[in-house]
């Protein structure tokens, strides 16, 4: 068997709910998969149904080789044989133990000093849990779990017990302390960008079903349905390399099939690779070509596709790269756009949001899907 | 003062309170997590003591270990001697008296131990036993703590129950309640005096550690 993840499991939670899930992750190209979806969605059952800590009704689970649920087979392993280390969203540190004790609680003597060393959390050996800050206790709860040699990482919401500036702070940092660990990890979450900054893979979920999986800005670009666009809410995810910086701003180089495109943003300290997210309703079209305004990207592209959605109309351009734009249906009829013409998209720069991107994306992720 | 049956009340004590730590754990661990919907019916039977007159339970005790029944001829085939009127019968009975005073405690403070702490244990590929010793155990100190001092407690003061299966020997079943007693019946009214006194003051503290230790070290207003 290859080295994926297959879960295929259905677990009836409520009269009216239902958790009815099939999911393929391939670990190889997928380091860190994100499960995304509105909160009530059933992420946190499948991921409990993962650690072994809920058992579903019917179904199968096979981590590479290892069958770790099987109704069929009546094989249902305990949390403790699947080695899947679980990150609760208040991290759920034992109060009792010191930061030194609960790294080690499941590592090796010097498995958990190596990882104290390595998290940044040698200072804090001595201290009990309750003394130290939200994003400490996350890096405690990350090495305590690693500590234990785990074959998958389970992370629940890892970022929402943080206040707004750490969180967003913290989603790169974590990215990387993944990337680190070397285990491939699942991360919950109903935040866009932090899907956007943490996920390879990313799989939705929408009212207990996966309703898409695939690469991050695949997902992103092409929504399956219109449930799932809808809650990935954006509909631009721009692959881009930092280029420069002037006047406060930031100058990102987007590369297309054809050329590049440089979009100016505003500058918060991101370097090296990014994703640029702009959603389509931020994208306006005007035939105006070279009028002056306040609006800092004026992109060149070629309208592909006009599609009326009840008041609204989207227009894909392909402006080297993909870009999608909403308009009212009433402009998209003024401007009398027609397929293949060449029109001018703009883009203020305050529309467009970073997420920061630890790994440069492999080619064959690219290719997936 | 009857110290030969404060001695005695004594041991009987400390014996009661090791056997029932030793069995009210696993029971107040499986009452607290056990996901069984007929637990309550496990619930009652352990608070019975609670409601139940001394005598009765004493009655049934002593038919239950009496030289005919089942458990009675098995103790005499394995040590030759006899249960009721022994220390040993007594000890039994001071088993099933004090449970409640055990478990009830220990089981509440189980229940409070953040479930996920358990679960994040398990994850970390640590056994469910070896997850009881070193989470449940160290975070239910203080509940261990207050079920051991009132079964102890509870155990000194019993009345029913001993004279029923112990009767009232010297240095065997005597214990300072029912020398008490004795010394009453025998218009003694100055050691009637001096032992409850003594009783007294030992269940007061007792009660008033207890407290202390739920009210969390000396803060007499919740600060925060």
């Known amino acids: ?369 | 003062m009857d110290w030969q049956a404060i001695w005695l009340s004594a041991r009987l004590a400390a014996s009661t309170t090791a056997i029932l730590l030793a069995l009210g754990l696993p029971i107040a661990y499986w009452l607290a997590f056990s996901p069984r919907r007929w637990k309550f019916l496990v619930e009652a039977l352990v608070a019975l003591p609670l409601v139940l007159p001394p005598t009765v339970l004493g009655f049934y005790v002593l038919l239950a270990i009496g030289p005919r029944s089942p458990v009675g001829a098995l103790y005499a085939k394995l040590t030759g001697g006899m249960l009721p009127f022994s220390f040993q019968g007594l000890l039994l009975a001071s088993v099933l008296y004090s449970f409640p005073f055990t478990v009830q405690p220990v089981a509440a403070a189980f229940a409070a131990v953040d479930r996920k702490l358990l679960e994040v244990s398990w994850c970390l590929g640590v056994s469910r036993a070896a997850t009881f010793r070193r989470v449940i155990v160290p975070l239910s100190l203080r509940g261990i703590a207050t079920g051991a001092i009132l079964s102890f407690a509870h155990t000194l003061g019993e009345f029913g129950v001993v004279l029923m299966v112990g009767g009232n020997i010297a240095g065997i079943t005597r214990t300072v309640s029912i020398s008490i007693y004795d010394q009453v019946e025998a218009l003694n009214y100055g050691a009637a005096w001096e032992t409850s006194l003594f009783l007294l003051s030992i269940s007061f503290t007792v009660l008033a550690l207890t407290y202390a230790l739920q009210r969390r070290a000396w803060t007499v207003w919740p600060i925060n």
């Open chain 1, 1 to 369: 068997m290859a080295d994926q993840l297959i879960f295929q499991c259905r677990k009836r939670l409520s009269k009216a709910f239902e958790v009815n899930a099939d999911l393929l992750i391939p670990l190889d190209r997928a380091p860190v998969t994100v499960l995304f979806g509105p909160s009530g969605a059933g992420k946190t059952t499948l991921l409990r149904m993962l650690a072994g800590l809920e058992r579903p009704d019917v179904g199968s689970i096979a981590f590479r080789e290892h069958a770790w649920f099987d109704a069929a087979r009546a094989i249902h392993l305990p949390p403790q044989e699947r080695r899947a280390g679980f990150l609760f969203q208040d991290y759920a540190l034992f109060p009792h133990l010191t930061v030194a004790e609960n790294v080690a609680y499941a590592a090796p003597r010097q498995t958990a000093r190596e990882l104290l060393a390595r998290f940044g959390l040698s200072e804090l050996a001595a201290s009990k849990p309750r003394a130290i800050s939200g994003g400490q206790q996350q890096r405690v709860a990350l090495a305590r779990a690693l500590g234990a040699a785990p074959a998958l990482l389970l992370l629940d919401e890892p970022l929402s017990a943080l206040d707004a500036a750490t969180r967003s702070r913290m989603r790169y940092e974590l990215r990387r302390m993944l990337l680190a660990g070397g285990v491939p990890a699942i991360v919950v979450t109903h935040d866009r960008m932090e899907a956007v900054a943490l996920g390879d893979w990313m799989a939705v979920m929408v009212d207990g079903r996966i309703r898409q999986a695939g690469p991050v800005e695949e997902v992103f670009r092409r929504p399956a349905d219109l449930q799932v666009a809808e809650s990935v809410g954006v509909e631009n995810v721009l692959a881009a390399e930092i280029a420069g910086r002037e006047s406060g701003l930031l100058v990102l180089r987007v590369s297309g099939q054809v050329g590049e495109a440089r979009i100016q943003c505003v500058d918060s300290g991101e370097t090296g690779l990014v994703f640029a997210c702009i959603r389509a309703e931020d994208v306006a079209i005007t035939r105006q070509m070279d009028r002056v305004s306040s609006a800092r990207n004026r992109l060149a592209g070629r309208v592909r596709s006009v599609m009326a959605e009840g008041a609204l109309a989207r227009v894909d351009l392909d402006c080297g790269f993909p870009l999608v734009a909403l308009v009212t249906a009433q402009s998209a009829g003024e401007l009398a756009l027609r397929e293949g013409e060449i029109v001018s998209a703009v883009v203020k720069a305050t529309s467009v949001h970073l997420a920061a991107h630890g790994a440069v994306p492999t080619p064959e992720r690219r290719d997936l899907q």
